[in-house]
């Protein structure tokens, strides 16, 4: 797969950037950004106020796809309107939040033929996964943890082609929507980040319930 020469700046705040639309790459935060802590109560204060703040950064039907995951998210930027990531093929929104060690990104595409040609670029970098990160789970359709439906669930990985970060690997985690033309990815440098473990990711996908 071709990969773009050059790496975007990186985004203030928290070091977060984005590859040009020729590529199929999203980048990894190049520092921790403080997790939003979670309320000791289930549905606290704390949580319904955080999961609130974030929500005002998504379109209506990507923020009730991430609604399990708002209270664990912050610093959300949206793309085209809200000076957000710049957008991918096929990508109707694009909106970025981080936590932690971890950079979310929420995507809506113009249509379900778009989510497809983007679940097969991400199928197709899992296929060279297994060299850059060991122990990456096959692609598969996965009951959402804790919920009712399946999504398809794809970990894969990939080195940054240039840059500061060149040669590091970035492990991610994407999952679609099989109704709806949208999608979430989260990911993290292989080694900085993730200590070259796969938990990190897997746990906060879990948080979905």
């Not at 940054?160 to 970060?165: E, L, N, T």
Request: contains cysteine; neutral net charge.
């Amino acid at each position: 797969m071709a990969i773009a020469s050059a790496l975007m700046a990186a985004a203030a705040g928290f070091g977060l950037g984005r590859w040009s639309n020729q590529t199929h790459h999203d980048s990894a935060p190049t520092a921790a950004s403080p997790t939003p802590r979670r309320s000791p109560a289930s549905g606290g204060p704390f949580t319904q106020r955080q999961a609130a703040a974030n929500r005002a950064h998504f379109p209506t039907p990507v923020a009730a796809f991430a609604e399990p995951w708002l209270p664990q998210i912050g610093d959300c930027t949206t793309a085209p309107n809200g000076g957000g990531p710049q957008l991918g093929a096929g990508e109707q929104s694009r909106t970025r939040c981080a936590a932690g060690i971890i950079t979310t990104y929420w995507i809506s595409y113009r249509t379900s033929a778009d989510r497809d040609r983007a679940q097969d670029r991400y199928q197709a970098q899992a296929a060279e996964t297994p060299r850059l990160a060991p122990g990456a789970k096959p692609p598969a359709d996965q009951a959402v943890p804790h919920g009712s439906h399946t999504v398809r669930y794809i970990e894969y990985a990939y080195q940054v082609p240039s840059g500061q970060h060149a040669g590091q690997v970035v492990a991610a985690l994407w999952w679609s929507d099989p109704t709806q033309p949208i999608a979430g990815i989260l990911l993290a440098y292989w080694a900085e980040g993730l200590d070259s473990s796969w938990a990190p990711l897997r746990d906060l996908w879990d948080q979905s319930g």
